[in-house]
């Protein structure tokens, strides 16, 4: 596991090239999808590691308010997963930009991150919400995502930890070299 420590002269961020369901922090962000129902890439990952808990946790919610709409979070078990809490968020399929998704997947990082401070959550991993089978392009989506989580903890003190957990190797790259101009 390859590690880039502390961006924006902050200790608090880090980059990591890992699988997300083996990272042990308070909380692993999912890239989830409106039904909450579990899916491929790193949601499927996800349920598929942390067992049926998460999954009864999301058909609940689902009963509750039907699902999840994009840019917005919910909070479940982890299950069997390192992590206390997955934190489940719809980052928005790619459309060409001119249809909100950058707006959208903001709102995934800072309503992760809010769940996360209303939790009593002290250390948060992010995947690259969006950057798989739902097309954002990966330069523009990890400029966005870092971009947001610096507005986010400029006001807040609460939140010690923010991963950001690259799998594959390109998003790994792109998270880096922005990393590097930052520091
Ligand atoms: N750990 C960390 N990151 C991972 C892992 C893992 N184990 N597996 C994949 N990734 P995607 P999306 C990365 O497609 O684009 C699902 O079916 C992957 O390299 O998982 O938001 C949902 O149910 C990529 O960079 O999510 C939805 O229907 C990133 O995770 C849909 O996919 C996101 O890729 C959501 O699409």
Not at 37 to 50: F, N, R, T
Not at 124 to 138: C, D, E, L, M, Q
Request: proline content about 2%; aromatic content about 8%; glycine content about 12%.
């Amino acid at each position: 596991m390859s590690k880039e420590m502390g961006i924006f002269g902050s200790k608090r961020v880090e980059i990591w090239q890992e699988d997300i369901t083996k990272v042990a922090v308070d909380a692993i962000v999912n890239a989830a999808n409106k039904s909450l129902l579990g899916g491929g890439g790193v949601d499927g990952a996800i349920h598929k590691a942390g067992g049926s808990a998460i999954l009864e946790e999301c058909v609940k919610i689902r009963q509750k308010q039907g699902g999840c709409e994009t840019g917005e979070a919910v909070i479940t078990t982890g299950g069997n997963l390192p992590a206390k809490y997955v934190i489940h968020t719809v980052g928005p399929v790619w459309h060409g930009g001119k249809q909100g998704e950058s707006e959208k997947l903001r709102n995934c990082y800072s309503n992760s991150l809010k769940l996360a401070q209303e939790n009593g959550i002290e250390s948060i991993a992010f995947p690259n919400i969006s950057t798989g089978v739902y097309g954002y392009p990966k330069e523009e989506a990890a400029r966005l995502a870092i971009d947001e989580i610096r507005r986010f903890l400029q006001n807040e003190d609460r939140i010690k930890k923010v991963l950001f957990v690259c799998y594959d190797r390109e998003n790994y790259q792109i998270y880096s070299r922005l990393a590097e101009k930052l520091r």
